[in-house]
């Protein structure tokens, strides 16, 4: 029969040798690169899987809190899942709060670590898309009818609220004539709607359009083309 203190030595260098062999292994399987992606106030959150995360059985724990709070709270639809996204718009729906997400995996029962985000403020970060378009012919003339992008919330009476609502926004016009392939940019203001005049008859012109935000010196995209010919 083992002595007792041969035995308790045993097994403090059984649980330390466990110890050592587990900490590699959760230290790999941390998830890498996570951070908030944000377009228009929609925000998730990304990351890829750690070094040792090759299979398709690990699983994902997502938790946020907000700036200066000490608790986190779990996001129940994205607690244990495969995928490497988690949608936390409703969590983050305070435009000018401050926020923090982070992530940690299980792998064959093995738990990693959390890997936490940079702090995310959505009003400064999030990405605007370039204004919705709609082009009319008027006497000649080109009516261009542009729309900000709507955000993900609803005012009281149910409609949505447009991204005009958070931001001076001001939209840049710019006109393509196809026939010179010249781009000029024929407007930049505040109205969502521009008239274009003294426009050459039987041309092909095409119309693009951006968002400006003064405020943080920031662009959207530019708009797809819509191509019309002057009578």
Not at 89 to 110: L, P
Not at 181 to 208: M, N, R
């Amino acid at each position: 029969m083992m002595p007792k203190h041969c035995f308790l030595g045993f097994l403090i260098s059984f649980f330390l040798t466990d110890v050592v062999e587990t900490q590699p292994a959760q230290e790999s399987l941390k998830p890498q690169t996570v951070h908030f992606q944000s377009r228009n106030f929609y925000n998730i959150l990304h990351w890829q899987p750690g070094r040792a995360c090759a299979n398709n059985s690990s699983t994902y724990f997502v938790q946020y809190k907000v700036y200066g709070q000490r608790q986190w709270r779990n996001k129940e639809d994205c607690w244990g899942i495969q995928e490497f996204f988690c949608d936390l718009t409703n969590e983050t729906s305070e435009a000018q709060e401050a926020y923090y997400g982070r992530v940690r995996t299980a792998s064959a029962g093995i738990p990693s670590g959390w890997t936490m985000t940079q702090r995310f403020s959505p009003w400064w970060e999030t990405k605007i898309d370039p204004p919705a378009m709609n082009i009319t012919q008027v006497n000649g003339s080109l009516l261009v009818i542009l729309h900000a992008p709507n955000m993900p919330y609803r005012n009281q009476k149910g409609k949505n609220v447009s991204m005009e609502n958070y931001y001076e926004l001001v939209y840049r016009v710019f006109i393509i004539n196809n026939s010179l392939e010249k781009e000029q940019k024929v407007y930049e203001g505040a109205h969502g709607v521009v008239e274009l005049e003294a426009l050459t008859p039987h041309t092909s012109y095409c119309i693009v359009a951006e968002i400006y935000q003064p405020m943080l010196d920031r662009r959207s995209q530019k708009s797809e083309e819509r191509c019309v010919e002057t009578p």
